[in-house]
């Protein structure tokens, strides 16, 4: 059973507009989440995170809105740019060491 | 460069091989894993060793065998793998003890069976 989804494989997004993806879970017990960004022939690199005590948390173009009661967590990224064409995943953690990842998302900002 | 560094970068190997993924990292962290992507799905957890100590075995199949000899090594051995195992195996690791660790993770090895 996936407990973390990401359910639009793809996204295209024109270059200065902003990208928005999304991310559901189903655990409750999930209490810190994060954002990877992969690309081709690279292993995933951490981008954003932010813990369940949280709504918001923000990293200059990178902004992580988590709303608990709708298990749903969004990446947002203003304004895009052609560099951040990638595969976006999204990460759950229970505690210590357990991560879930949802099957990512493909992002392509269109200059 | 994230600091965890996975050897080789591309495998082919036939079904009766025997083959050894390495990987290794510079960060000074207490946990490594070892990942499984394939297409369309998402990461796979396969093993977790923290301080050396396998934690978790997330019912991967006899044919991988992991090794940790220290906290900075961590091989994947292989053999008698199938096609089905075609995948991209990335190698993690992440400093634990203040409860909210990231991953970081390796290049990854790409890994084809014939």
């Known amino acids: 059973d996936q407990q973390v989804k990401q359910n639009s494989p793809s996204l295209s997004v024109q270059e200065g507009r902003i990208s928005i993806l999304n991310c559901d879970y189903t655990n409750s017990m999930f209490d810190y989440f994060l954002w990877y960004k992969k690309y081709p022939a690279e292993g995933p690199t951490f981008l954003i995170s932010?813990?369940?005590?949280?709504d918001k948390n923000e990293d200059g173009r990178f902004t992580v809105f988590l709303n608990k009661s709708a298990k749903h967590l969004s990446l947002h990224i203003v304004p895009s740019q052609p560099g951040d064409s990638a595969v976006y995943f999204c990460a759950a953690v229970v505690t210590g060491n357990q991560f879930y990842f949802g099957t990512g998302t493909s992002l392509t900002v269109i200059p | 460069e994230t600091g965890v560094t996975q050897t080789p970068r591309h495998l082919v190997m036939g079904m009766t091989n025997k083959k050894s993924l390495k990987c290794e990292q510079h960060l000074g962290h207490n946990a490594m894993y070892w990942y499984k992507q394939s297409a369309k799905k998402p990461l796979e957890l396969m093993f977790v060793y923290n301080f050396k100590e396998q934690t978790e075995n997330n019912s991967v199949p006899s044919r991988f065998s992991p090794e940790c000899p220290n906290s900075s090594h961590l091989f994947l051995h292989l053999h008698t793998l199938q096609p089905e195992d075609s995948a991209l195996y990335l190698c993690a690791s992440s400093q634990n003890d203040r409860g909210q660790g990231k991953l970081f993770f390796g290049s990854g090895t790409q890994l084809s069976v014939l």
């Open positions: 932010i813990s369940s005590i949280k």
